[in-house]
């Protein structure tokens, strides 16, 4: 069974910071997303990342995978406010989603 | 991009009534459209996978004959919530995939509360 562990599950951190949410998965997988939810509302997709190496940039957020590795990292470079939500990554078309990252940014 | 419509948003009913809930590709065709269910600060749980015109795969421990999904055309598909429980009170997301190679785009989200 497919298994996706995302950490850390919650994330406080001050505007300016950088921080990385990793994601790990259990088996083989062709692609992994990246969705951002925000309270009381759906999804909103970020990343799509269909290759080994492959990195995606918008914004402050970066994207990667490391399908050897079952890993992908979500990069946060110099957080605001604005960016306070939770994040989900999901593996393979049926997406399996990971637990989500809460993130806070304090002024 | 493409946009996904979800209704209703919210819905509440009374105790062992059925809820339908549409999923409706506005500008896309989806031959594939997942049904979630999420509980307050959790993750989305994956229900089913809708298949157009063939029966939805139900993911282990859904009850098929309690979450009805029909998937009727490129551009719909429903998730019938039979014979509601307070436990059924939850977020209904449905998402779909434009292609291959895309991401899937989500309905809004149906919060659906049973009294």
């Known amino acids: ?107 | 991009g493409a946009v996904v419509s979800q209704h209703p948003s919210w819905v509440i009913c009374k105790s062992g009534t059925s809820v339908k809930i549409e999923c409706r590709s506005l500008d896309f065709q989806a031959t594939t459209m997942f049904w979630y269910r999420q509980f307050p600060k959790q993750s989305l749980m994956l229900m089913a996978t809708s298949n157009e015109g063939s029966k939805a795969t139900y993911e282990q421990g859904v009850e098929k004959d309690k979450f009805l999904i029909n998937h009727a055309s490129l551009t719909l598909s429903t998730l019938t919530v039979t014979s509601a429980h307070p436990e059924d009170s939850s977020f209904y997301i449905c998402s779909a995939l434009r292609g291959v190679n895309t991401e899937a785009f989500f309905g809004q989200g149906t919060r659906l509360t049973v009294v």
């Open chain 1, 1 to 107: 069974e497919l298994k996706v562990e995302q950490n850390p599950l919650f994330l406080s951190m001050q505007e300016g910071k950088n921080y990385t949410i990793y994601c790990n998965y259990s088996t083989t997988s062709d692609r992994l997303y990246w969705y951002r939810q925000d309270p009381g509302k759906s999804l909103e997709s970020l990343f799509v990342l269909l290759s080994n190496g492959a990195v995606k940039q918008e914004g402050r957020l970066m994207a990667s995978l490391d399908t050897k590795a079952r890993l992908s990292t979500l990069h946060i470079t110099a957080a605001v406010h604005d960016l306070s939500a939770t994040y989900f990554c999901a593996v393979d078309r049926g997406m399996r989603f990971g637990a989500g990252t809460r993130l806070t940014v304090k002024p």
